[in-house]
């Protein structure tokens, strides 16, 4: 059965360092997103792309962040310089249809030092 | 308040019992779907309701929804110990397509 898939599935880093988080989203998918998850907290929406632009973004979707498709298979998320409270899951998930289901990756805990 | 709560935050049972989960939500939704995630691992979709739909099976899962009060719930029948896991329910509002994340069931069944 096709999936997301995340890589890597933990990264650590230093503050103020670029991180680059890639995901391979299901391949006939359309609609792509990435989520946080503070540990103990709330699932958090980050970004959804569509037609190779951002359709929605979040408040915590800063000049900080950006996503990229740079080929088509392969979605990405960057973090140009990283702080202590970007530490958290981020998953990527993907969809057949904008308001539908969306299927997660197993997501890339990322901490920063 | 936040859009989408549920509870309780915690529920123990026994295997073999039912497990039933709330959740509630401020704002009208398209559709509220309810995810499964086991510790430290990824979201696993299990149902999507629309919001002009009142009630949905899959397998052992059954979803309510009740627009008039703005509620879901989610009930696992006759379950397993491999049903340990933290549930979300999670809502799509207006034309966007983020997902709204509740804070979450944590399951556990024991044998």
């Known amino acids: 059965e096709p999936e997301v898939t995340q890589t890597p599935s933990h990264q650590v880093t230093q503050m103020g360092q670029e991180v680059i988080l890639r995901c391979v989203p299901i391949s006939n998918h359309l609609y792509f997103y990435w989520y946080r998850q503070i540990l103990g907290q709330k699932v958090e929406f980050l970004v959804s792309f569509y037609n190779n632009e951002i359709s929605e973004k979040s408040e915590i979707f800063d000049d900080q962040f950006s996503v990229e498709r740079p080929d088509g298979s392969n979605f990405t998320l960057k973090i140009r310089s990283t702080k202590l409270e970007d530490s958290a899951m981020y998953f990527c998930?993907?969809?057949?249809?904008?308001?539908?289901?969306?299927?997660f990756g197993p997501g890339t805990r990322l901490t920063v030092l | 308040s936040q859009q989408g709560e549920e509870d309780p935050q915690a529920l123990s049972i026994q295997e073999g019992e039912n497990a039933t989960m709330n959740c509630s939500y401020k704002t009208s939704i398209n559709n509220l779907q309810w995810y499964r995630q086991n510790s430290g691992r990824g979201l696993v979709h299990l149902i999507l309701?629309?919001?002009?739909?009142r009630e949905k099976h899959s397998g052992r899962l059954r979803v309510t929804l009740d627009t008039s009060k703005k509620s879901s719930s989610l009930l696992i029948t006759a379950s397993r110990a491999a049903d340990t896991a933290s549930y979300f329910c999670a809502s799509i509002t207006g034309g966007g397509n983020k997902l709204t994340f509740g804070t979450g069931t944590q399951l556990k069944v024991e044998l």
């Open positions: 309701i629309r919001s002009n739909e």
């Open positions: 998930a993907s969809g057949t249809r904008g308001g539908g289901e969306q299927f």
